[in-house]
């Protein structure tokens, strides 16, 4: 059974930082691109940052500068640090895996709430 498991978020103030991370189950997950998704209260979902197994990455402009997006292969584990928090970033930040081959393989976590407030 493949499982993605996000954890990290929270309530951090404007200018602050948090880590999100990502743990899967049930994948060969060097095979997988994985990535970071977003929604927010009555907008769509949106891409934040992808990384292959390659580890080569792509950034959403709204956050280029302030996250960086990293993958352990060894633990099965996406990262995402989050600097300079911005109150637009709020959003439920969901991960998401698809087979770099097989790319009706797509997988979807069950998202971590991330608010930035004073």
């Known amino acids: 059974q493949v499982q993605l498991m996000e954890s990290g978020g929270g309530l951090v103030q404007p200018g602050g930082s948090l880590r999100l991370s990502c743990a899967a189950s049930?994948?060969?997950?060097?095979?997988?691109?994985m990535a970071w998704y977003r929604q927010a209260p009555g907008k769509q979902r949106e891409l934040v940052a992808t990384?292959?197994?390659?580890?080569?990455?792509n950034y959403a402009d709204s956050v280029k500068g302030r996250f960086t997006i990293s993958r352990d292969d060894a633990k099965n584990l996406v990262y995402l640090q989050m600097n300079s928090l911005e109150p637009e970033d709020t959003a439920v930040y969901y991960c998401?895996?698809?087979?770099?081959?097989?790319?009706?393989?797509?997988?979807w976590g069950q998202g971590t709430q991330v608010t930035v407030s004073s």
């Open positions: 049930g994948i060969t997950f060097s095979m997988y691109t």
């Open positions: 998401s895996a698809r087979h770099e081959k097989y790319m009706f393989l797509n997988y």
């Open positions: 990384i292959t197994s390659g580890e080569s990455t």
